[in-house]
């Protein structure tokens, strides 16, 4: 299959300086979750620059589905269109004087009619959780916000490759998980997302993939796992193993625990531990319920009802519209990020929960729990909450 | 140096709008034109909007009011030219007139004169003269800002004599503004001009 | 730091009225002010922009009347030249030993002056206080103001807010080594200020290029808004109130107070 | 004893927003490292400004040394020379043209002679491992590069307490532990250090005590195992715990691991969970040796032989000097952040380390192996290398 993004041995040099990438190859495979990881200086926004053509390889080739960058302006804008960049700071990306302004900046560039603007807006700020922020000026948002505004403002433009550049930098972490929502409800969507990123936790947690840099070249590329057991290949990137990979690896390394593929999540590492001590995850009693409901399809008063009889013991939300959701019906939230991994945890000692998501990330959730049961031997299912048919039909259509 | 919101009568304050006119529909048409031939001129020109902007909206030390920098939009005479430097002026003492109620809305054209256009043309001529004639770099900055910021501050007290010559007429009446203003006026030109070159000499070192 | 106004334009009481009515309320004020021949008129502007800003719009009295100190010392010095320099009428006060003499022609026009720009200013601060630039930038596209100045202002004024907190930043962190303790390290530290604004200005400059770029940049800014409904009442009141003054304005035009 | 700052039911109100400080009292005991841990926008910052009298508070009170803070000009003089305020973003601290004249601005605002100043600078640049770099433009630096001039900018006025707005905020790993371990030789030195950040895990590794602040208020005052313990408490600042305390806590949950102090490091960590399996730490038939070094005693010789005999196989440094040294003296560096922690893991399995560092970290590595010992039941300790007397006198002296 031909990757929808390649570069092919790239080189680059900026005028007066060392060089910034010497000879990089990499393949971005559709719908793929990839991080680019690599301290600072290590090429990763180099590299990121030159796939929606904001700079010109020196030397090499990049591909785009198969076929080599043009460098004409048509082509230009063509690829830009499809290839959405975010940039690291959202203060150098937003333009315009007020949020709406500014994400109707590039469909309004792109030569889209009035109303298809107005359209495109609407379901871009629908999106990232903003409506109702249309008329602000971009200088009065929190740090969180500002990020969303700028990749509202990518989302107008329906790009099917979404680039990142430190999508959480600087965030503080509450903001940075809806950040990281966001992304994982992009790429649940269908669409490419790559990120690049110094967050080892970070990229351990969401990519699929990941591409290790440093000093202008790929030092290892393969599944997280894998890269970030790896001591050397991390220490020569001056980067650090995730705490939790550690901790494994240190567990491993004295035959305390069983060599398998390393544990990703507390949950994960919790049940290896006591198979560890057991011998296998203990027998319990009964397991909790998991209920899963799509805001985009369950009517409040079925949530209400839910929540008020005592059915759950915990509720948590993924999602910006799920969040907002569960805000427009008073529904209090135990759980923000990490939704799915918690709810299991607490089946597992016996207590009922719910998760409130929308769209792709339904299913997600179920392929989760169903993973979960597999290996771990226990029943484990997600209830889906009364879908009352019809409800609500909504207009986001146009980004799932 | 900002004529504040109704204080200059009829027909003063539309004459003056009529003779800085010329300067700004010549300067968009550039402007237009210059955008279409450069995409990244806008940008750049806004930043060089906004950097006056803050430039002025800053306290000079040891004075109290704000002063109008009309070196700021000669920076931009220099780079562009004299008539996109008052399309930069005007929205700069726009925004001067709205934020921080420097200046006003009837006397705008007065000020874009003074300050828009008189300042930043006399901050041009002289930093061209000052780099032909191979004069030290420092002291024909300094010059340029103190001597723009002296115009404004003379065509200022030539705008007001000439609304209120009262009864001594207009020599009269500029010989008195020009002097009460002086007492503010002359030392902040030449502390300008001395920040002005500072500046100038800061980026040199980069 | 001064005080931006438009912060409170954001939040003022009378954020959901059109924004034309308050512009064209304001904008009338003002000429009715400066056209005004008898002192009366702009007086009664002052207080009605006075009344609309402190009641219907909720602007803080404290900052309000710190506001329109910041005209006082150019008002002060260029009314007193006036003051001296118009002769006719009777003489009021003489300096003793110099040739200088306040007379009631010269104290009428004074007064005038100190009327209009005290009506002007208050208007002026009415549609600065309740009236969010960025809703003034779409009545001037509405007016065909060409494209480009408003694409100007536009990009200028975001950058504004960019630099202004930069600056402010750099600023405490030059207090905080105590910069700007006696006169002449003010002077360099206001240097080093402005040069590294200027050189983070140009940073920024080349970063929207790129992010322009980035987002297709075709010459483009903006979207028509939607524009905020007209309640025929509030319409109603401006007329009546705007015609008031400009009658008072006619039928006091001789009047003078000395 | 009086603190040595101390704010007492401070508020602040910027203009035209919400209230920043709802009523904040906090006590900093000289020598203490504080980290003041919650969201953006809780008013961490805020409450920064306030101790060096940048924001004067609208009721309450502050003092310093026992004493109400004075808002005269001569009293906020002597006040910010004592507490001295490092910017998250070096951007817009360091603003002179060179390296060197920034570093100079306070020292000669304080009116100090010229040579003074350049005996200052030269101070400063070498406590941050900077030396060499005096005439290059800050501009041209890398992030950490920056930040540590930023530092220098702040050391050369000699202030007691330091305070650190966000200080890893936007560097990568390599560059976060580099200021982490200065911050660490700081408060070494006796310096009392304070930091506000988002970033849970560092707060929870560095500090010893935690000040939780949401929306204005103090949530929670006290060690760090506590508060980050307290998964209620996180969740209404909006934070999540560290990746290990969840572990743990998780583990406490289901009854795997017995209830205690909870583990701070990867080291801790596996001691418990091999306790929890075996009774107690396992016995090891021997362990190895960890030798100590002080950069600014021992003579290059000394360490090149004893790496270049093979006598140790890992070796790792602790600080920009000891840094420094180690180039010097061609001696990789295996570790360059956890240092004590790991060496003392590989003296678990046997394996000779080697840690080099400077001044008062000396005897805090010696602390931290005493206590480990003592812990664990097991002899280890820190051999010292050959410290030729009187070898190159040291002039940052200043700094100790």
Redesign the interface.
Known sequence: MTPLLETDNVTYTYPNGPAALAGVSVRIEAGSKTAIVG???AGKSTLLLML?G?LRPESGEIRFSGRPLAYDNRSL?EL??RVG?V?Q?P????????V??DV???P????HP?DA??QA?HDALGYVGLRGYE??????L???EKKRVAIA??LA?EPSVLVFDEPT???????S?EVMELLDELASGGRTVLVST?D??LAYRWADSIVLMEQGSVLARGPPEEIFSDHGLL?SA???P???L??YN??N??G?IDRDVPPKS??E??DR??R??HGRAPARSETGRIYLCDADLTGGDDLRRLVEQGAVDHVGAMGTRAKEFAGRERVLL?YT??VIDKCI?KAL?GENSLIITTGGMVEHVRRRIGEYSAESGLTLAATPVGETAGHRPRREGAFE | MHIMEGFLPSPWWQIWFIVSLPFIVIGLYQLNKLVREKREALPLLAVAGAFVFVLSSLKLPSFNGSCSHPTGTGLGGILFGPCIAAVLGLIVLVFQAVFLAHGGITTLGANVFSMGIAGPLVAYLIYKAGTRAGANTYATVFLAAALADLTTYVVTSVQLALAFPGSVGFFGAFTAFAAIFAVTQVPLAIIEGAIIALVFKYIVQL | MHNILEEFA?TNRLREVSPALKLFIGLASILVSVSSPGPVAPLLVAAAMSAAVLVLAKIPARFYARLLLIPASFAVMSIAVILFITGGGAVLVEVPGLPLAITADGANLALLLLARVFGGMCSLYFIALTT????I?EILRRLRVPTVLIDLA??T??FI??LI?EAGQIYRSQVMRLGYSRFRESVQSFGMLAGALFIRTWE?GE??V????????????????KTRPLSLSALAAALLYIGAIFGISLSTGGLVLL
Request: hydrophobic fraction near 40%; aromatic fraction near 8%; include cysteine.
């Open positions: 301290p600072n200086g929606n904001m804008r830009r269109r960049f940039f700071n203060d150098v990306q937003i333009i315009a004087p007020t709406e302004a109707a900046f590039g309004v560039n792109l030569g009035p603007v107005r807006v008329k602000r000026p971009p200088h009065r929190s740090g969180g403002g990518i433009m930098n600087t965030l503080d972490p509450a903001s998980e110094h080892v936790e220490a001056r980067l650090k995730p705490a939790l550690d901790l240190e567990l390394l004295r305390v507390v949950l590492f919790t531990i006591e560890a001590m135990d990020y990490g945890l000692i | 954001r969010p630039t960025t809703e930038f536009m990009l004024y975001r807010f960019i907190e920024s970063a929207l790129l992010a322009m770029d980035a987002r297709c940049y075709d010459g483009k800014l903006g979207i028509p808004g």
